[in-house]
Nanobody
Framework: QVQLVESGGGLVQPGGSLRLSCAAS????????MSWYRQAPGKERELVATITSVGGSTNYADSVKGRFTISRDNVKKTVYLQMNSLKPEDTAVYYC?????????WGQGTQVTVSS
C-alpha cells in the first residue's frame, strides 16, 4: 500500500522557518521524482519544488527560490522541504507528491500558516 505522510507544518511568524517531512512507503522511493505542492484557500494547487530520482537535481517556483530547499534521503525514504524567511503568502496546505511516468501519488497535506 502506497503511503506518503507529511509532517512538520504549523504556525510560524513571518521571517521564521519550518521543515516539512514526507515519509514514503509502499513503492520504490529512489526511483521516483519527489515534489512539494501547495494550495492556498481559493487558489489552485501550485508546484513549489521538485527533486529528481537520479542525481538529485532540483527546481523551484520563482516565489520560493533562495528561501526553500528540497532534499531527499533515499535510505530513510523521506523527502524534506526546508522553508526559511517565511512570508504570509506562503500560507497554504503543503502536499507531497511522488511521480514516475504515469504513476502519481499524493499525501494528505500539512497546513502551514505564516502569521504574526
Amino acid at each position: 500500500q502506497v503511503q506518503l505522510v507529511e509532517s512538520g507544518g504549523g504556525l510560524v511568524q513571518p521571517g521564521g522557518s519550518l521543515r516539512l517531512s514526507c515519509a514514503a512507503s509502499g513503492f520504490t522511493f529512489s526511483s521516483y521524482a519527489m515534489s512539494w505542492y501547495r494550495q492556498a484557500p481559493g487558489k489552485e494547487r501550485e508546484l513549489v519544488a521538485t527533486i529528481t530520482s537520479v542525481g538529485g537535481s532540483t527546481n523551484y517556483a520563482d516565489s520560493v527560490k533562495g528561501r526553500f530547499t528540497i532534499s531527499r534521503d533515499n535510505v530513510k525514504k523521506t523527502v524534506y522541504l526546508q522553508m526559511n524567511s517565511l512570508k504570509p503568502e506562503d500560507t497554504a496546505v503543503y502536499y507531497c507528491n511522488a511521480r514516475r511516468g504515469i504513476l502519481d501519488y499524493w499525501g494528505q497535506g500539512t497546513q502551514v500558516t505564516v502569521s504574526s
